[in-house]
C-alpha cells in the first residue's frame, strides 16, 4: 500500500482486542495459541504498518468526547486515534459506522479531521 502512496495505520489498543477475541478461539479449540502470538507478532514487527499510541493526549480527548456516543471505549479509542491520525478508518464494526448519524459527532470529526472518511471494506475495494 505504501507503494501506492497509502500509510497503513493500527491503533494499539486494536491489538488488544484482537488479542481478546483470539482468546475466545483458542479456548474453544479453533486457533492455536501459537497462531495467534504469530499473527501479533506479524503486525507488530512489520515496519511499514505505523503503530498509533492510544495515550497521546489528543486521541484521548476525542475519546472521551466519543464516548457519549459509542457504548465500548475500546471503539472510542480506536475511532479516536483514526480521527486523529488518519484520512479513513476502515472497519466493519456497525457502532463506529453509525458514529456519523449521533449527535455533535460530525462537527468532532469536521474540526479535528475535516478529510476523515468511515469506510467498509467492500467500499475501498
Known amino acids: 500500500m505504501k507503494a501506492k502512496g497509502h500509510q497503513i495505520s493500527i491503533s494499539q489498543i486494536t491489538l488488544f482486542e484482537l488479542s481478546a477475541k483470539a482468546a475466545k478461539?483458542?479456548?474453544n479449540?479453533?486457533?492455536l495459541p501459537e497462531t495467534v502470538t504469530e499473527g501479533i507478532r506479524a503486525i507488530v514487527y512489520?515496519?511499514?504498518l505505523e503503530?498509533?499510541?492510544v495515550y497521546d493526549s489528543k486521541i484521548l480527548l476525542t475519546s472521551f468526547k466519543l464516548r457519549n456516543?459509542?457504548?465500548d471505549f475500546v471503539d472510542c479509542l480506536i475511532a479516536a486515534s483514526a480521527i486523529n491520525t488518519c484520512d479513513a478508518l476502515i472497519t466493519e464494526?456497525?457502532?463506529i459506522h453509525k458514529?456519523?448519524?449521533k449527535n455533535g459527532i460530525n462537527k468532532l470529526i469536521e474540526t479535528t479531521n475535516p478529510d476523515f472518511k468511515l469506510?467498509?471494506?467492500n467500499e475501498i475495494l
Open 25 to 27: 478461539y483458542v479456548n
Open 29 to 31: 479449540g479453533t486457533l
Open 46 to 48: 512489520e515496519e511499514e
Open 51 to 53: 503503530k498509533v499510541q
Open 69 to 71: 456516543a459509542l457504548t
Open 93 to 95: 464494526d456497525q457502532e
Open 99 to 101: 458514529l456519523t448519524k
Open 119 to 121: 469506510k467498509t471494506l
